[in-house]
């Protein structure tokens, strides 16, 4: 009498969590592309489905990229913003809280409030020290703010980053 041991994979969707093995001509096949039941491509992605409102706002951190690619073209100094660092953040394991998300695009602290969205209504205003509440036309100005900004959504990034790496 001959014993022999079968080892197969065996694949669970996270999204509606049917179990399923994937044979191709009595061999074990390749990771599935979707799932067997519901057809999703993330059928393996841990935190389930992506939102539309959690949609929306990681594409606004990835517009981001724009705005400042704008900034820099339209006003020259120094191009402020790291794609890698954001693709870094967006791609974490769990992935960002839509609360994460949006401390990214509204930080406490910033003066222009610029953003993917109001990159043009604002191009070039500064608040006005002298006249609190009016804007005033300053390029120099605007473009060492809207640095600093970009650095701020980068540091909170980062430290989003970092304490994930910690547990």
């Not at 079968?6 to 969590?17: A, Q």
């Not at 394991?93 to 604002?122: F, M, Q, V, W």
Request: aromatic share 10%; with cysteine; glycine share 8%.
């Amino acid at each position: 009498m001959t014993i022999s041991k079968i080892e197969i994979n065996e694949y669970k969707c996270n999204i509606c969590g049917y179990q399923w093995i994937n044979r191709i001509n009595g061999r074990d096949g390749s990771i599935p592309l979707r799932c067997a039941r519901c057809k999703t491509h993330n059928w393996n992605r841990t935190g389930g489905n992506i939102s539309g409102k959690e949609k929306s706002l990681r594409a606004r951190i990835r517009g981001m990229k724009h705005l400042y690619v704008y900034i820099h073209a339209f006003y020259g100094g120094d191009y402020c913003w790291n794609d890698n660092l954001v693709e870094e953040f967006l791609n974490l394991d769990p992935r960002p809280s839509t609360a994460e998300l949006k401390l990214i695009i509204c930080p406490h602290g910033l003066i222009l409030g610029i953003n993917s969205r109001n990159k043009y209504s604002r191009k070039g205003y500064v608040p006005n020290p002298q006249r609190p509440g009016y804007m005033k036309y300053d390029e120099e100005e605007y473009l060492k703010i809207a640095n600093k900004e970009a650095q701020i959504r980068l540091e909170i990034m980062k430290q989003i980053i970092k304490e994930r790496s910690k547990r």
